[in-house]
């Protein structure tokens, strides 16, 4: 059975309908890219998997690890084990990063009927994957997002799915606004955390990223609907002819 | 004709008693009282308390401390020069009932680095009770003090009308926190009137969480080189309601307030913030901020801010800001997307934008009790 497996899903937002028709299936070890130009609907299927509450499903299902994941609330999805790695992670003033990942894990814990960790152990756990995305301990005891770069935000999401440990991440446009020495950091974070049991979505607009982080299995999305899947060499291919070629796939269906 | 030479004491009740007969209770006519009715206050029928306020634990106080009964000290230079009972009917109230008060010296030079807890508790056994506790507090030049008010109350209906005068000396360095949680039914009125010398540092930490009408009244007046720092967080539901005035008198220059408070309203309560700052002719070089930033949580609260600035003099720089906000959707869901639940997510945010109010008490174990009360009360309530 796979991880996830995603059926005809149909999800609106004020009104309008972005996806129309979703397949997919996902096992756990796998790493999937969806790709698509602006509007196609890519970080709108990563926010309804999330369970983002402006976006209404209108029809399909979501199977998720055996359960019915559109039934369940955003905090049950993430102890459940999902991870959505935010394309604009939320400034948080008046939170320490330290006090809400503490917060997140022993909520996840709870979960899974484990006791919280002590704080010896959590800060321990916390430096080695601080370590992991070359992230300047400071950032601990400063407010969740708050006056960080760009880089910085993105590297605090991968950060706290380390610490998560989720079994199904969703890179939301992780790669947007990063430099490529920042990319670089990322890429290497994710890559550390590739395991037989998790499973990744990565969204992105670029083929750029799937360079460092190389995927299984590549879809394309335009308007709604997965258009093509194929395996990495399709990344590339879409980044020689750009998606001209898709929306022409579009619009002859 | 010989008039029997009557004492300070019985003097002041006697003009005070005479000057509340003349002014009466406000009314929602008066400017100061716009959104604050205190008929709840004035047609009741209160007995009076009875037990008057005892000097807390006066035998184990430092050095340089000297606690006392205002009757039993010479008072006369300082008490009820500053709060004014010709002009406030409830500090005339006060002035004329007063069972006895607390009077607080600190010598001159003198460091106490224990802070001073007054412990303020009412209760109501069948009948509406009224207290007015009067507190004094004259720290003489160079000292440095720490005074902590609480006021707690149980039963019924009672109303408690404090009165607090802190004149700080020259270079006097005073911290002041009044913490509140009087019962639900609880009508609870206070002014605290400052008097800073010269190059003073004074800090005030107003919180307030019980009562059923609040208002609390603070008054400062600053001299040369001041630094005054008037700190207020309030949290309110059902259909409490309260009130803060503050007034700043930069009276001479080079004087410096900051002014933050903050309001978290739920249910249906209502909640008024008036900030007054008035800098006088004399008074070039201020520099004055103040922010109010309440924290609307229901649709059926209410809150009326109101800044209040009076400028006279040209060479200063004052702000002013107020905002009213709901909790952020998107930081909602940014929580509950890393496994924290609903209400946990709330409340961490709640707490969150009290933070720098209560990151601001230095009093360890007043602050640990401040984010117990604030835990409780969201606990305690939804929306």
């Keep these: ?253 | 004709m010989t008039a029997a030479p009557t004492s300070f004491l019985e003097q002041i009740r006697e003009e005070a008693r005479q000057r509340f007969s003349e002014l009466g209770y406000p009314t929602t006519h008066d400017e100061d009282w716009r959104f604050t009715s205190v008929a709840p206050i004035s047609r009741t029928n209160f007995e009076p308390s009875g037990a008057g306020t005892l000097p807390a634990a006066a035998s184990k106080a430092a050095s340089g401390v000297q606690i006392s009964r205002l009757s039993e000290a010479n008072v006369e230079p300082y008490l009820a020069r500053y709060a004014s009972y010709q002009s406030n009917a409830f500090v005339a109230l006060n002035t004329a009932n007063f069972e006895d008060g607390i009077f607080i010296h600190i010598a001159r030079g003198a460091v106490i680095e224990h802070p001073i807890e007054l412990v303020i508790q009412s209760s109501a056994n069948g009948h509406p009770t009224a207290s007015h506790p009067r507190i004094l507090v004259v720290a003489e030049p160079d000292s440095q003090a720490t005074i902590i008010e609480t006021y707690s109350g149980s039963g019924g209906a009672y109303f408690t009308n404090a009165v607090t005068e802190i004149v700080a000396g020259d270079h006097a360095v005073i911290d002041h926190y009044k913490l509140q949680t009087e019962s639900d039914l609880a009508f609870h009125v206070a002014t605290l009137q400052v008097q800073l010398g010269r190059d003073t540092n004074f800090r005030s930490h107003s919180l307030s969480f019980g009562g059923a009408l609040v208002r609390n009244d603070i008054n400062a007046v600053l001299s040369q080189g001041c630094e005054c720092t008037l700190n207020g967080l309030y949290l309110v539901s059902g259909e409490q309601h309260i009130d803060n005035h503050t007034s700043i008198d930069h009276a001479k220059p080079h004087a410096a307030s900051h002014e933050l408070y903050k309001g978290i309203l739920q249910g249906h309560s209502t909640a008024v913030f008036n900030g007054k700052i008035l800098v006088r002719k004399d008074a070039q070089k201020t520099d004055a901020k103040q922010t109010n930033k309440n924290l609307v949580l229901s649709e059926d609260a209410v809150i009326n801010t109101k800044p209040e600035l009076q400028i006279l003099a040209d060479d200063v720089r004052c702000t002013h800001g107020a905002t009213i906000g709901q909790l952020d959707p998107e930081a909602i869901f940014y929580l509950q997307s890393r496994g924290i639940g609903l209400a946990d997510a709330r409340n961490l945010l709640i707490l969150a934008f009290a933070r720098d109010i209560v990151d601001r008490i230095k009093v360890a174990p007043l602050r640990e009790q401040l984010e117990q009360i604030l835990l409780e009360k969201l606990h305690g309530t939804s929306n």
């Design chain 1, 1 to 253: 059975m796979s991880l996830l497996e995603i059926k005809n899903l149909h999800a609106n937002v004020a009104g309008r309908e972005i996806l129309k028709g979703i397949d997919l299936s996902i096992n756990a070890g796998e790493v999937h890219a969806i790709m698509g130009p602006n509007g196609s609907g890519k970080s709108t299927l990563a926010q309804v998997l999330s369970g983002r509450d402006l976006y209404q499903v209108t029809a399909g299902e979501v199977v998720y690890d055996g359960k019915d994941l559109l039934a369940m609330s955003p905090e049950d999805r993430a102890r459940e084990g999902i991870f959505m790695a935010f394309q604009y992670p939320v400034e948080i003033p008046g939170v320490s990063n330290l006090y809400f990942l503490k917060a997140a894990l022993n909520a996840v814990r709870k979960h899974q009927g484990l006791s919280d960790l002590d704080a010896m152990d959590f800060l321990a756990l916390v430096k080695e994957r601080m370590a992991l995305m070359e992230m300047d301990q400071s950032l601990l005891n400063r407010a969740v997002n708050t006056g960080f770069s760009g880089g910085e935000k993105k590297r605090n999401e991968i950060f706290q799915m380390a610490v998560l440990e989720p079994k199904l991440a969703i890179l939301d446009e992780t790669d947007s606004g990063l430099d490529i020495d920042a990319l670089k950091i990322v890429a290497s974070g994710v890559n550390a955390l590739r395991d037989p049991q998790r499973a990744m979505i990565v969204v992105t607009h670029y083929q750029r990223l799937l360079n460092y982080i190389v995927p299984d299995f590549v879809h394309v999305l335009a308007e709604g609907r997965i258009v093509k899947s194929g395996g990495k060499e399709l990344a590339l291919e879409l980044e020689e002819s750009g998606y001209v070629g898709i929306e022409e796939v579009v619009e002859n269906a």
